[in-house]
């Protein structure tokens, strides 16, 4: 017999591997050391892939991160976009009304375009500044500010001049009346001139009217949503009217304002009107995200994203606009 040491050694050693990892029946050979190898040794196993998606799941998978996507949208524009519109909108009409102030050609009452700005209020203890006041208070006019209520008249004429205001969205003009105390003064400029109240009571849906003016009397009612809760102007339960007596001799008004207003210039409504332009601007916004995934297979990612993302953002704003014109004037 002429065996070598090394032929030796290599046996042993095959022995005693074969001892500490056998075999379960029905593995292929080299299994435990392929695992063993696994787990010590760092080297990573290859995984299944996973089965391709059906046309139907990934239809449905697109449709709720869309959805998902568009309800994150408006969350970002009801929250954070409606008060930079509402800024913007009122440096507008500021800019315009000193105009019409200075040419002596500002609106004095009667038959007046919902929209146009027809005063300023300023009331420091309501924490209200500069704000203009626009004809109409349907849920589009409030987008840009404080609305005069047409069927009144306008602030320092005879009689009861109503202002809506919202509590919440667009900057939330009026959110402090509720907290507002007897004897704070609020000032009103209109093409009258400047006119100053003083508050007499803050009231709500349920209590008592206040007393009827005399002759040569005025009186600027404010009102807003009102809920119970920190988020309370969010889910509103009522409305909030705050009552200020003016100093001084109202001024006549002129003919022409209107007998009633349509419902959705009272308080607490939507404007159903705004489901025409709703309806156009859907289908634009379905056809800009169906766009980008032709663009986003056809060009690439960045360059789709590029030229379609600011058609979606417009199609975007505009569904936003429309859709919350839906919701209540005063929120």
Known sequence: MSTSYRD????????????????????????????????????????????????????????????????????????ALTPLAEARSQSILYGTFREQLALQVAPLGGAVKPGVPVALINAPGLDITDVVVVEGTAAGDLMAGPGHRRDTVLPGQRGVSV?????????????????????????????????TYVVTDVRHARDAFPQPLQSGEGRLTLATAQGSGRLGAWNPTGVVYLDA???????????GRPAVVPTAETALQGDPSSLLPLTLSLPLLIGALVFMVWARSRWGGWQAWLVVLPLVLAAMWAVSQAAVQLLPNLV
């Open 8 to 79: 030796v050694s290599v046996a042993s050693t095959a022995a005693a591997h074969d001892v500490a990892s056998p075999s379960t029946p029905g593995s292929r050979p080299g299994a435990s050391r392929d695992t063993r190898s696994s787990v010590f040794g760092g080297v990573r196993r290859n995984r299944q892939p996973l089965p391709p998606m059906t046309p139907g799941r990934g239809i449905i998978v697109w449709a709720l991160t869309t959805a998902c996507l568009l309800a994150a949208w408006f969350l970002l524009y009801v929250f």
């Open 163 to 195: 202002l809506y205001g919202r509590a919440a969205m667009f900057n939330g003009p009026f959110a402090g009346i509720a907290t507002a105390k007897p004897g704070a003064v609020i000032t009103v400029t209109t093409g009258q001139g400047v006119f």
């Open 245 to 255: 007596k003016l100093n001084g001799v109202a001024l006549p008004y002129p003919p």
